[in-house]
């Protein structure tokens, strides 16, 4: 992937909301570039915004307006079909749970997004082992997810989330249920695998230590952007 080639862009995104008669405007005109190999942390307190606007940059959510662009593809004008291909094909995902499935395997949870893909099961599972020893879980490969720590679990969910070889990979307080140590590793991990994959990293978290160790850290406060600090 080309360095500094704009892998996702969001253009005055606004996201509103109605129950009954109210509507509760979220996202207040949101812009935004994220590039090749840049790490970019979203912060904000609860109810800023942060989450939602993470749901409108990866196509689970839709923008009431405005634009997002993955990958040069407007997200808005693709149908939920394809939307979700391209989310298969060119996200990663790490949550705050590691929501890995507990009748596989570390290996084979960490498989399953190349099998759905249609990779034949021996080379995804190959590939799953690379990806498991690069953040440091081989001997853990065989074990089942309540054989392992929360740490751990984490960091094969991080695994798994880079298998497919994405375009992005987007962490929502991906170390919120972990331990200082865990969580740093966990951090140190996801900086390390979008820098040498070339993917674009993008973090929502309230953790200011944690956004810390971005390129480039986002304010978000009452739905809008409030501030952008890129380190030189």
């Known amino acids: 992937m080309a360095e500094n080639r704009v892998v996702l862009r969001a253009e005055n995104v606004r996201r509103e909301f109605v ?23 979203v912060v904000g307190r609860s109810g800023s915004g942060k989450s939602t606007l993470a ?66 099961l021996s080379e995804a599972l190959g590939r799953a082992r690379e990806m498991l020893a690069e953040v440091g879980l081989s001997h853990r490969a065989g074990q089942w997810p309540g054989q392992v720590s929360g740490g751990e679990a984490q960091r094969a969910a991080v695994a798994r989330a880079c298998v497919v070889q994405p375009a992005i990979v987007f962490a929502d307080e991906p170390t919120g249920a972990l331990d200082e140590e865990n ?7 996801l900086r390390k695998l979008v820098s040498t994959t070339g993917a674009a990293g993008l973090i929502i978290t ?18 809008r952007l409030a501030g952008t600090e890129r380190k030189a």
């Open 183 to 189: 969580g740093r590793q966990v951090q140190e991990l």
């Open 55 to 120: 749901n409108v940059l990866s196509g689970l959510d839709r923008p009431t307006s405005g634009t997002v662009t993955l990958m040069d593809r407007d997200l808005s004008a693709l149908s939920e079909a394809e939307a979700a291909a391209m989310r298969a094909r060119e996200i990663g995902f790490v949550l705050q749970k590691d929501n890995l499935i507990p009748s596989l395997t570390i290996e084979e949870n960490v498989a399953a997004p190349l099998v759905m893909g249609g990779t034949k």
């Open 206 to 223: 309230h953790d200011r230590d944690l956004a810390a160790g971005a390129d480039t850290v986002i304010t978000i406060a009452d739905g």
């Open 19 to 41: 129950s009954g008669d109210t509507t509760v405007e979220v996202l207040k005109g949101c812009s935004l570039e994220v590039l090749a190999g840049e790490f970019v942390a």
